[in-house]
Protein backbone atom coordinates (compact mmCIF):
# COMPACT_ATOMS: atom_id res chain seq x y z
CA UNK A 1 0.00 0.00 0.00
CA UNK A 2 1.07 3.72 -0.47
CA UNK A 3 0.11 6.32 2.49
CA UNK A 4 -0.85 9.69 0.43
CA UNK A 5 -0.54 12.94 3.21
CA UNK A 6 -2.22 15.85 1.06
CA UNK A 7 -2.56 19.42 2.39
CA UNK A 8 -5.35 20.64 0.48
CA UNK A 9 -6.95 24.28 -0.29
CA UNK A 10 -10.30 24.31 2.00
CA UNK A 11 -12.16 24.91 -1.16
CA UNK A 12 -11.28 22.05 -2.74
CA UNK A 13 -11.24 19.37 0.41
CA UNK A 14 -14.67 18.26 -0.73
CA UNK A 15 -13.35 17.74 -4.35
CA UNK A 16 -10.35 15.50 -2.97
CA UNK A 17 -12.58 13.46 -0.50
CA UNK A 18 -15.46 12.76 -2.97
CA UNK A 19 -12.37 11.66 -5.55
CA UNK A 20 -10.40 9.21 -2.70
CA UNK A 21 -14.48 7.91 -1.76
CA UNK A 22 -14.83 6.82 -5.32
CA UNK A 23 -11.36 5.33 -5.85
CA UNK A 24 -11.36 1.51 -5.87
CA UNK A 25 -8.03 0.43 -4.38
CA UNK A 26 -8.29 3.23 -1.73
CA UNK A 27 -8.75 3.05 2.07
CA UNK A 28 -8.00 4.39 5.67
CA UNK A 29 -9.39 8.03 4.35
CA UNK A 30 -9.12 10.67 7.29
CA UNK A 31 -9.44 14.94 7.21
CA UNK A 32 -8.25 16.99 9.45
CA UNK A 33 -9.93 20.63 8.85
CA UNK A 34 -7.73 23.45 9.44
CA UNK A 35 -4.43 21.33 10.42
CA UNK A 36 -2.38 22.84 7.73
CA UNK A 37 -0.44 25.97 8.35
CA UNK A 38 2.01 26.16 5.47
CA UNK A 39 0.54 26.30 3.09
CA UNK A 40 -2.80 27.09 5.02
CA UNK A 41 -5.45 24.03 4.69
CA UNK A 42 -6.91 20.80 5.59
CA UNK A 43 -4.49 17.54 5.75
CA UNK A 44 -6.12 14.39 4.27
CA UNK A 45 -4.33 11.33 4.97
CA UNK A 46 -5.18 8.21 3.11
CA UNK A 47 -4.16 4.63 1.93
CA UNK A 48 -3.94 3.32 -1.32
CA UNK A 49 -3.26 0.58 -3.37
CA UNK A 50 -0.13 0.58 -4.81
CA UNK A 51 -1.69 -0.21 -8.77
CA UNK A 52 -4.16 2.43 -8.24
CA UNK A 53 -1.76 5.10 -6.81
CA UNK A 54 -0.53 6.97 -9.78
CA UNK A 55 -4.32 7.60 -11.50
CA UNK A 56 -5.73 9.32 -7.93
CA UNK A 57 -2.09 11.34 -8.06
CA UNK A 58 -2.77 12.50 -11.65
CA UNK A 59 -6.46 13.17 -10.96
CA UNK A 60 -5.30 15.03 -7.65
CA UNK A 61 -2.68 17.00 -9.97
CA UNK A 62 -5.90 18.28 -12.51
CA UNK A 63 -7.51 19.53 -8.93
CA UNK A 64 -4.63 21.60 -8.58
CA UNK A 65 -3.56 20.34 -5.48
CA UNK A 66 0.01 19.89 -6.05
CA UNK A 67 -0.08 24.05 -7.29
CA UNK A 68 -2.06 25.41 -4.17
CA UNK A 69 -1.22 22.40 -1.77
CA UNK A 70 1.06 19.47 -1.43
CA UNK A 71 1.05 15.82 -2.50
CA UNK A 72 3.45 13.25 -0.26
CA UNK A 73 3.81 9.85 -0.73
CA UNK A 74 5.30 6.76 0.62
CA UNK A 75 5.61 2.96 0.60
CA UNK A 76 4.27 1.24 3.95
CA UNK A 77 6.16 -1.80 4.61
CA UNK A 78 3.09 -3.62 6.95
CA UNK A 79 -0.44 -2.55 6.86
CA UNK A 80 -2.59 -5.18 8.96
CA UNK A 81 -5.89 -4.08 7.86
CA UNK A 82 -9.03 -6.28 5.84
CA UNK A 83 -10.31 -2.74 4.37
CA UNK A 84 -6.56 -2.92 2.59
CA UNK A 85 -6.84 -6.46 1.40
CA UNK A 86 -10.26 -5.60 0.49
CA UNK A 87 -9.00 -2.14 -1.66
CA UNK A 88 -5.76 -3.98 -2.88
CA UNK A 89 -7.92 -6.69 -4.27
CA UNK A 90 -10.32 -4.64 -5.91
CA UNK A 91 -7.71 -2.96 -7.23
CA UNK A 92 -6.96 -3.92 -11.28
CA UNK A 93 -3.59 -5.39 -11.55
CA UNK A 94 -0.78 -5.78 -9.48
CA UNK A 95 0.77 -3.89 -7.95
CA UNK A 96 4.61 -4.65 -9.12
CA UNK A 97 3.46 -3.93 -12.51
CA UNK A 98 2.47 0.21 -11.76
CA UNK A 99 4.04 2.56 -12.32
CA UNK A 100 4.27 5.73 -10.54
CA UNK A 101 5.52 8.46 -12.87
CA UNK A 102 5.53 11.53 -10.86
CA UNK A 103 7.82 9.15 -8.71
CA UNK A 104 9.78 8.12 -11.28
CA UNK A 105 10.69 11.34 -12.92
CA UNK A 106 11.69 12.62 -9.37
CA UNK A 107 13.75 9.67 -8.69
CA UNK A 108 15.45 9.70 -12.06
CA UNK A 109 16.00 13.76 -11.78
CA UNK A 110 17.80 13.48 -8.51
CA UNK A 111 20.28 10.29 -10.03
CA UNK A 112 20.69 12.48 -12.98
CA UNK A 113 22.65 15.34 -11.13
CA UNK A 114 25.97 16.30 -12.00
CA UNK A 115 27.06 16.55 -8.24
CA UNK A 116 30.11 16.11 -6.84
CA UNK A 117 29.06 12.50 -5.33
CA UNK A 118 28.57 11.15 -8.93
CA UNK A 119 31.48 11.85 -10.38
CA UNK A 120 33.28 10.33 -7.26
CA UNK A 121 31.45 7.04 -7.58
CA UNK A 122 31.91 7.30 -11.32
CA UNK A 123 35.65 7.98 -10.93
CA UNK A 124 36.30 5.75 -8.54
CA UNK A 125 34.75 2.74 -9.85
CA UNK A 126 36.82 3.40 -13.36
CA UNK A 127 39.69 3.39 -11.51
CA UNK A 128 38.74 0.15 -9.92
CA UNK A 129 37.97 -1.45 -13.64
CA UNK A 130 41.27 0.42 -14.82
CA UNK A 131 43.11 -2.05 -12.34
CA UNK A 132 40.92 -5.01 -13.27
CA UNK A 133 41.83 -4.59 -17.19
CA UNK A 134 45.17 -4.55 -16.89
CA UNK A 135 46.01 -6.83 -14.36
CA UNK A 136 43.00 -8.82 -16.34
CA UNK A 137 40.83 -9.28 -13.11
CA UNK A 138 37.19 -10.41 -13.88
CA UNK A 139 36.74 -9.47 -9.72
CA UNK A 140 38.11 -6.12 -10.10
CA UNK A 141 36.15 -5.49 -12.64
CA UNK A 142 32.36 -6.44 -11.87
CA UNK A 143 33.17 -4.45 -8.18
CA UNK A 144 33.82 -1.70 -10.62
CA UNK A 145 30.67 -2.05 -12.57
CA UNK A 146 28.68 -2.69 -9.31
CA UNK A 147 30.07 0.82 -7.73
CA UNK A 148 29.52 2.65 -10.98
CA UNK A 149 26.02 5.29 -10.49
CA UNK A 150 25.96 5.71 -15.03
CA UNK A 151 22.09 3.95 -14.74
CA UNK A 152 21.25 6.58 -13.04
CA UNK A 153 21.46 9.26 -15.82
CA UNK A 154 20.56 6.60 -18.94
CA UNK A 155 17.20 5.84 -16.51
CA UNK A 156 16.87 9.60 -16.55
CA UNK A 157 17.09 9.82 -20.28
CA UNK A 158 14.83 7.48 -21.40
CA UNK A 159 11.97 8.82 -18.93
CA UNK A 160 12.83 12.21 -20.17
CA UNK A 161 12.12 10.74 -23.20
CA UNK A 162 9.16 9.74 -22.56
CA UNK A 163 7.50 12.32 -20.68
CA UNK A 164 8.87 14.61 -23.38
CA UNK A 165 10.56 16.69 -20.52
CA UNK A 166 14.06 18.21 -22.97
CA UNK A 167 15.12 19.47 -19.18
CA UNK A 168 15.73 16.00 -17.88
CA UNK A 169 17.34 15.05 -21.15
CA UNK A 170 19.90 17.68 -21.22
CA UNK A 171 20.24 17.19 -17.62
CA UNK A 172 21.14 13.60 -17.97
CA UNK A 173 23.21 14.13 -20.87
CA UNK A 174 25.08 16.39 -18.93
CA UNK A 175 25.73 14.03 -16.13
CA UNK A 176 26.91 10.95 -18.41
CA UNK A 177 29.07 12.76 -21.21
CA UNK A 178 30.87 15.08 -18.28
CA UNK A 179 30.99 12.47 -15.67
CA UNK A 180 32.17 9.91 -18.10
CA UNK A 181 35.08 12.68 -18.93
CA UNK A 182 35.87 13.77 -15.61
CA UNK A 183 36.31 10.07 -14.96
CA UNK A 184 38.39 8.95 -17.64
CA UNK A 185 41.00 12.43 -17.31
CA UNK A 186 41.33 10.92 -13.83
CA UNK A 187 42.02 7.68 -14.93
CA UNK A 188 44.37 8.72 -17.19
CA UNK A 189 46.35 10.41 -14.47
CA UNK A 190 45.63 7.54 -12.42
CA UNK A 191 47.30 5.08 -14.80
CA UNK A 192 50.45 7.36 -15.55
CA UNK A 193 51.44 7.24 -11.76
CA UNK A 194 50.53 3.48 -11.84
CA UNK A 195 52.54 3.14 -14.50
CA UNK A 196 55.70 5.52 -13.11
CA UNK A 197 54.98 3.60 -9.48
CA UNK A 198 55.89 -0.04 -11.55
CA UNK A 199 52.45 -1.25 -11.07
CA UNK A 200 50.83 -0.99 -14.64
CA UNK A 201 52.43 -1.63 -18.05
CA UNK A 202 51.68 -1.63 -21.44
CA UNK A 203 53.13 -4.85 -21.90
CA UNK A 204 50.12 -6.14 -19.17
CA UNK A 205 47.89 -3.74 -21.16
CA UNK A 206 49.01 -5.10 -24.75
CA UNK A 207 49.31 -8.85 -23.47
CA UNK A 208 47.20 -11.84 -23.98
CA UNK A 209 43.66 -10.59 -21.89
CA UNK A 210 41.26 -13.63 -21.59
CA UNK A 211 39.20 -12.03 -19.10
CA UNK A 212 38.86 -8.73 -20.24
CA UNK A 213 39.71 -8.13 -23.77
CA UNK A 214 36.04 -8.49 -24.09
CA UNK A 215 35.34 -4.85 -23.09
CA UNK A 216 37.49 -3.11 -26.24
CA UNK A 217 35.93 -5.49 -28.67
CA UNK A 218 32.22 -4.77 -29.42
CA UNK A 219 30.23 -6.92 -30.90
CA UNK A 220 26.60 -7.93 -31.31
CA UNK A 221 26.61 -9.73 -27.85
CA UNK A 222 27.47 -7.10 -26.39
CA UNK A 223 24.59 -4.76 -28.08
CA UNK A 224 21.77 -7.55 -27.10
CA UNK A 225 23.32 -8.07 -23.00
CA UNK A 226 22.68 -3.68 -22.94
CA UNK A 227 19.28 -4.28 -24.50
CA UNK A 228 18.47 -6.93 -21.55
CA UNK A 229 19.95 -5.03 -19.04
CA UNK A 230 18.46 -1.84 -20.13
CA UNK A 231 14.51 -3.54 -19.97
CA UNK A 232 15.48 -5.23 -16.50
CA UNK A 233 16.86 -2.20 -15.23
CA UNK A 234 13.75 -0.16 -16.71
CA UNK A 235 11.45 -2.42 -14.74
CA UNK A 236 12.90 -2.63 -11.50
CA UNK A 237 13.08 1.22 -11.09
CA UNK A 238 9.25 1.55 -12.11
CA UNK A 239 8.28 -1.46 -10.30
CA UNK A 240 8.41 -2.55 -6.45
CA UNK A 241 11.09 -5.25 -7.62
CA UNK A 242 14.09 -2.90 -7.07
CA UNK A 243 16.85 -5.39 -6.11
CA UNK A 244 17.51 -5.97 -9.90
CA UNK A 245 19.30 -3.12 -10.16
CA UNK A 246 22.67 -4.86 -8.98
CA UNK A 247 22.23 -7.83 -11.10
CA UNK A 248 22.21 -4.84 -14.29
CA UNK A 249 25.17 -2.67 -13.13
CA UNK A 250 27.00 -5.73 -13.36
CA UNK A 251 25.64 -6.83 -16.50
CA UNK A 252 26.80 -4.24 -19.21
CA UNK A 253 30.52 -2.80 -19.45
CA UNK A 254 30.17 0.65 -19.47
CA UNK A 255 32.49 1.42 -16.99
CA UNK A 256 35.20 -0.95 -17.50
CA UNK A 257 35.31 0.29 -21.08
CA UNK A 258 35.81 3.85 -20.30
CA UNK A 259 38.70 2.85 -17.72
CA UNK A 260 40.32 0.44 -20.74
CA UNK A 261 39.92 3.65 -23.09
CA UNK A 262 41.92 5.72 -20.30
CA UNK A 263 44.46 3.08 -19.47
CA UNK A 264 44.85 2.84 -23.61
CA UNK A 265 45.14 6.31 -24.00
CA UNK A 266 47.90 7.22 -21.37
CA UNK A 267 49.66 4.27 -23.51
CA UNK A 268 49.36 6.11 -26.75
CA UNK A 269 46.97 2.69 -27.81
CA UNK A 270 44.42 4.40 -30.38
CA UNK A 271 43.51 1.10 -31.25
CA UNK A 272 42.16 0.09 -27.81
CA UNK A 273 41.35 3.28 -27.04
CA UNK A 274 38.70 3.53 -29.68
CA UNK A 275 37.71 -0.10 -29.29
CA UNK A 276 37.08 0.54 -25.76
CA UNK A 277 34.85 3.79 -26.60
CA UNK A 278 32.41 2.17 -29.02
CA UNK A 279 32.09 -0.41 -26.77
CA UNK A 280 30.92 2.34 -24.06
CA UNK A 281 28.45 4.09 -26.69
CA UNK A 282 26.91 0.68 -28.27
CA UNK A 283 26.36 -0.49 -24.31
CA UNK A 284 24.79 3.18 -23.49
CA UNK A 285 23.09 2.93 -26.80
CA UNK A 286 21.27 -0.88 -26.25
CA UNK A 287 20.26 0.38 -22.38
CA UNK A 288 18.44 4.00 -23.50
CA UNK A 289 16.50 1.88 -26.84
CA UNK A 290 15.47 -0.49 -24.11
CA UNK A 291 14.63 1.27 -22.03
CA UNK A 292 12.40 4.12 -23.88
CA UNK A 293 10.68 0.76 -25.53
CA UNK A 294 10.01 -0.28 -21.63
CA UNK A 295 8.63 2.86 -20.76
CA UNK A 296 6.45 3.45 -24.17
CA UNK A 297 5.17 -0.11 -23.15
CA UNK A 298 4.11 0.46 -19.72
CA UNK A 299 3.18 3.90 -20.21
CA UNK A 300 0.72 2.17 -22.80
CA UNK A 301 -0.21 -0.59 -21.00
CA UNK A 302 -1.52 1.60 -17.48
CA UNK A 303 -2.89 3.96 -19.67
CA UNK A 304 -6.05 1.84 -20.51
CA UNK A 305 -5.89 1.59 -16.73
CA UNK A 306 -6.25 5.06 -16.15
CA UNK A 307 -9.51 4.88 -17.76
CA UNK A 308 -10.77 2.03 -16.60
CA UNK A 309 -12.45 1.22 -13.11
CA UNK A 310 -10.26 2.73 -11.05
CA UNK A 311 -13.07 5.78 -10.62
CA UNK A 312 -16.13 3.96 -9.86
CA UNK A 313 -16.47 3.08 -7.05
CA UNK A 314 -19.89 4.54 -4.88
CA UNK A 315 -19.74 6.46 -1.89
CA UNK A 316 -17.60 6.02 1.43
CA UNK A 317 -15.28 3.02 1.70
Not at 116 to 135: D, E, Q, W
Request: proline content about 4%; aromatic content about 6%.
Amino acid sequence: MLHLRMITPADRTEDVVRLIEETVGAAHLAVLPGAARIPAGDVVLCDVAREAGDALIGRLRELGIAERGSISMEHTDLTLSTRADEAEAAAPGEGADAVLWDQLTDATHEESTLSLTYVAFLTIATMIAACGVVLDNAILIVGAMAVGPEFGPLAGFCTALVRRAPRLVLRSLVALLAGFAAAMAVTVLFSLFMDAAGLFSRAQLEGARPNTSFVYAPDWFSFVVAVLAGAAGTLSLTSAKSGALVGVAISVTTVPAAANAAVALSYGDTGQTRGSVEQLLFNMLGIVVAGTLTLLAQRCFWARRRTGPLFSRPGPG
